[in-house]
Each structure stands twice: as structure tokens, then as C-alpha cells.
């Protein structure tokens, strides 16, 4: 079968000041703003765009799983262990809400963050074979 959806576009965050989360994802994250009004945002981080969306009462992407473990939606990947363990500090010195770094028993290590309206995020030191391959990434001499 051939692949007929390429990529994932954009992912909607649900937030309850388009403002603030907009100066959040840009100042913390390094995100692009590329539109915004008193509603919506449209931002690109991580060859992606994220649409900031307004939201009546506080809510997030989050879900809980069969044990009752809130969980993430979204993974982001860095390119191995070293590039992981920078991010996870430099995250700690802007004040981000940061888990510890993880071992879930799978190759590579991971850690969450949280958005001020409580999106969990997590983050993973393995990039993808096949981003790898597509834009030329090698891998990192820490693995």
C-alpha cells in the first residue's frame, strides 16, 4: 500500500490565553509566530505548526490511561542522550515545568514538560530512522 498521508501539518493546543501562550512558546521553545488574533496563533517549532486555540474554560491535550497515568499526546525527538540532557537543563534554567530524565526501558531516554495550561509534552533523545535519512541527520557520537 502506498503512503497516502506524508506527514503530520499542524497540531491544535488548546489554550486560555492566546497572548501569554504565544510569548510562552516563543520565548521558552524558540517557536516562530507566523499569525495571530485574539483567538488563534499559528507557530512553527520542530518542523511543525502548532495552532494555539483559545479555549473557554482551561482544558488540554492530555489523557489518562488505563492506570489511571496522565499521559502525553505529542513527542518531540532530539538527536541522542547529550542533546537531551541540554535541553532538559537549559529547560530547568528557564523555569519550565520539566519532569526528570527517564529510562521507560526502550532504547533511548526521555523526559515531560509542561505548557502553562498544562499540555504534557514529552521529549525523546532517538530521532526517527527516516527523518535520518530524509534532511541528513547523523547520528550523535553519544549513542
Known amino acids: 500500500m502506498n503512503e497516502r498521508l506524508i506527514r503530520v501539518g499542524t497540531t491544535y493546543l488548546p489554550v486560555s490565553n492566546v497572548e501569554a501562550s504565544v510569548q510562552w512558546y516563543v520565548n521558552k521553545l524558540g517557536a516562530k509566530l507566523t499569525y495571530q488574533d485574539m483567538d488563534k496563533a499559528i507557530l512553527n517549532l520542530a518542523n511543525q505548526s502548532f495552532f494555539l486555540v483559545k479555549t473557554e474554560k482551561k482544558q488540554n491535550l492530555n489523557f489518562y490511561d488505563a492506570n489511571g497515568d496522565e499521559r502525553f ?71
Not at 90 to 114: M, S, T
Open 73 to 143: 499526546s505529542l513527542t518531540f525527538e532530539v538527536n541522542g542522550l547529550h542533546a537531551l540532557e541540554e535541553l532538559h537543563r537549559d529547560f530547568k534554567e528557564r523555569q519550565l515545568n520539566v519532569g526528570e530524565i527517564e529510562n521507560r526501558g526502550h532504547a533511548g531516554k526521555n523526559f515531560v514538560f509542561r505548557d502553562p495550561d498544562g499540555n504534557l509534552f514529552d521529549v525523546w533523545s532517538e530521532l526517527s530512522e527516516d527523518f535520518r535519512e530524509k534532511y541528513s541527520v547523523g547520528k550523535p557520537s553519544d549513542i
